[in-house]
C-alpha cells in the first residue's frame, strides 16, 4: 500500500551531504526484506468478514453506475464478493493467468522504495488488516478493503496491469533523482482519484474514490472540486490533500490516452521544466470538464 503524503515542496538543490542519507527503516518483525508478510488468513475473524461484507455490499451498491466497466468487470472476474475477507492465493490465481500481477500481504504501509519495487515486479503490497466496524468510513492507513477492492480490479485489466508496472519502474526513477514528489502526484491523480470519461459520462476509475462511501459520490456529483482534462504537465505540477475531499479530480478520455501519453513523455525533463513552472493549487488546476 502507498499513501503519497510526500511535502509537495520543490526539493532544494542537492548540498553536499554532511552526514550519510537516512538508512531506509527495517522490516518489522516477521516481514521479509521486501516487507512482504505471511497472509494468515485464519486470523480474520468473523467481525472482521463480517465488516468485509458491509463493506462490500454497501460500496457496491454505491458504485453502481458510477465506476468504468474495467472496474466492473474487474470486480466480477475476481469474485470479490464471494462472501468474506478473500484469500489472497485464491485471488491471485485468477489474477495472474489474466495480467502477471498478484497481490502480497503487508502489515501497513511501506516504504516508498519498496512500494515502488513491488509494482515494478507486478506485485500489489495491500494490508494484511481490516478497519473495525465503529471505523467504516476513517482510516488512518489504507486496509486490505481500499487495496484489494479498491484497487485490485483495475490490475485484472491489461492496459491498466502494464500502466500500474511502469508507475512502479518510474517511482524507482524519481526516488533516485529526487522527483518523488512528482511522480507521486501523477499517481495520485490516476491511481487512486482518476475520473474517465466514457459514453459521454464522467465514471471513476481511481482507487481512493472506488473505495470510498463518501467521495465516490462527491467526486461525480458535487459542484465543489474542478474537473480538468488529464494533462500530464499539469497533473505533475498540481498538489493534493491526502487527508480531506480533493478539490480537483483530472479526467482521462481513455486509458489508451493515459498510457500513451506517459509512455510517450520523457519524465525527467518534464519533472525540470515544470519546477521553474511553479506549483499549483487544485483549485486552479484548469477549466472544469462539465460531466
Ligand atoms: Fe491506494
Same mark, same amino acid.
Given at each position: 500500500?502507498?499513501?503519497?503524503?510526500?511535502?509537495?515542496?520543490?526539493?532544494?538543490?542537492?548540498?553536499?551531504? *554532511?552526514?550519510?542519507?537516512?538508512?531506509?527503516?527495517?522490516?518489522?518483525?516477521?516481514?521479509?526484506?521486501?516487507?512482504?508478510?505471511?497472509?494468515?488468513?485464519?486470523?480474520?475473524?468473523?467481525?472482521?468478514?463480517?465488516?468485509?461484507?458491509?463493506?462490500?455490499?454497501?460500496?457496491?451498491?454505491?458504485?453502481?453506475?458510477?465506476?468504468?466497466?474495467?472496474?466492473?468487470?474487474? *470486480?466480477?472476474?475476481?469474485?470479490?464478493?464471494?462472501?468474506?475477507?478473500?484469500?489472497?492465493?485464491?485471488?491471485?490465481?485468477?489474477?495472474?493467468?489474466?495480467?502477471?500481477?498478484?497481490?502480497?500481504?503487508?502489515?501497513?504501509?511501506?516504504?516508498?522504495?519498496?512500494?515502488?519495487?513491488?509494482?515494478?515486479?507486478?506485485?500489489?503490497?495491500?494490508?494484511?488488516?481490516?478497519?473495525?466496524?465503529?471505523?467504516?468510513?476513517?482510516?488512518?492507513?489504507?486496509?486490505? %478493503?481500499?487495496?484489494?477492492?479498491?484497487?485490485?480490479?483495475?490490475?485484472?485489466?491489461?492496459?491498466?496491469?502494464?500502466?500500474?508496472?511502469?508507475?512502479?519502474?518510474?517511482?524507482?526513477?524519481?526516488?533516485?533523482?529526487?522527483?518523488?514528489?512528482?511522480?507521486?502526484?501523477?499517481?495520485?491523480?490516476?491511481?487512486? %482519484?482518476?475520473?474517465?470519461?466514457?459514453?459521454?459520462?464522467?465514471?471513476?476509475?481511481?482507487?481512493?474514490?472506488?473505495?470510498? %462511501?463518501?467521495?465516490?459520490? %462527491?467526486?461525480?456529483?458535487?459542484?465543489?472540486?474542478?474537473?480538468?482534462?488529464?494533462?500530464?504537465?499539469?497533473?505533475?505540477?498540481?498538489?493534493?490533500?491526502?487527508?480531506?475531499?480533493?478539490?480537483?479530480?483530472?479526467?482521462?478520455?481513455?486509458?489508451?490516452?493515459?498510457?500513451?501519453?506517459?509512455?510517450?513523455?520523457?519524465?525527467?525533463?518534464?519533472?525540470?521544466?515544470?519546477?521553474?513552472?511553479?506549483?499549483?493549487?487544485?483549485?486552479?488546476?484548469?477549466?472544469?470538464?462539465?460531466?
Amino acid at each position: 500500500m502507498f499513501k503519497p503524503d510526500f511535502v509537495a515542496a520543490a526539493p532544494a538543490p542537492a548540498p553536499v551531504p *554532511l552526514t550519510p542519507a537516512p538508512l531506509m527503516p527495517a522490516p518489522p518483525p516477521g516481514a521479509a526484506a521486501d516487507w512482504t508478510v505471511p497472509e494468515r488468513w485464519d486470523k480474520f475473524t468473523a467481525e472482521d468478514h463480517r465488516v468485509w461484507d458491509l463493506l462490500f455490499a454497501r460500496q457496491q451498491e454505491r458504485l453502481a453506475g458510477r465506476a468504468v466497466r474495467d472496474f466492473e468487470d474487474g *470486480l466480477d472476474v475476481l469474485r470479490l464478493g464471494h462472501g468474506g475477507i478473500p484469500r489472497l492465493s485464491e485471488l491471485n490465481a485468477r489474477l495472474e493467468p489474466r495480467t502477471g500481477w498478484t497481490v502480497v500481504a503487508v502489515p501497513g504501509l511501506v516504504p516508498d522504495e519498496i512500494f515502488f519495487d513491488h509494482l515494478s515486479k507486478r506485485r500489489f503490497p495491500a494490508g494484511n488488516f481490516i478497519r473495525s466496524a465503529a471505523q467504516l468510513d476513517y482510516l488512518e492507513e489504507p486496509d486490505i %478493503f481500499h487495496d484489494v477492492f479498491g484497487h485490485v480490479p483495475m490490475l485484472a485489466q491489461p492496459r491498466v496491469a502494464d500502466f500500474m508496472q511502469k508507475l512502479g519502474e518510474a517511482g524507482l526513477r524519481a526516488i533516485g533523482t529526487g522527483a518523488l514528489h512528482r511522480l507521486a502526484r501523477l499517481y495520485w491523480y490516476t491511481v487512486e %482519484f482518476g475520473l474517465a470519461r466514457e459514453d459521454g459520462a464522467l465514471k471513476i476509475y481511481g482507487a481512493g474514490l472506488a473505495s470510498s %462511501f463518501g467521495e465516490c459520490g %462527491f467526486s461525480l456529483d458535487s459542484a465543489e472540486p474542478g474537473r480538468p482534462p488529464f494533462d500530464l504537465r499539469q497533473v505533475l505540477r498540481t498538489r493534493y490533500k491526502s487527508d480531506a475531499f480533493q478539490r480537483c479530480y483530472f479526467v482521462i478520455e481513455s486509458f489508451e490516452q493515459l498510457l500513451d501519453t506517459f509512455a510517450g513523455s520523457d519524465l525527467p525533463a518534464l519533472y525540470q521544466a515544470v519546477e521553474s513552472e511553479g506549483d499549483l493549487d487544485p483549485a486552479e488546476a484548469g477549466e472544469p470538464v462539465q460531466a
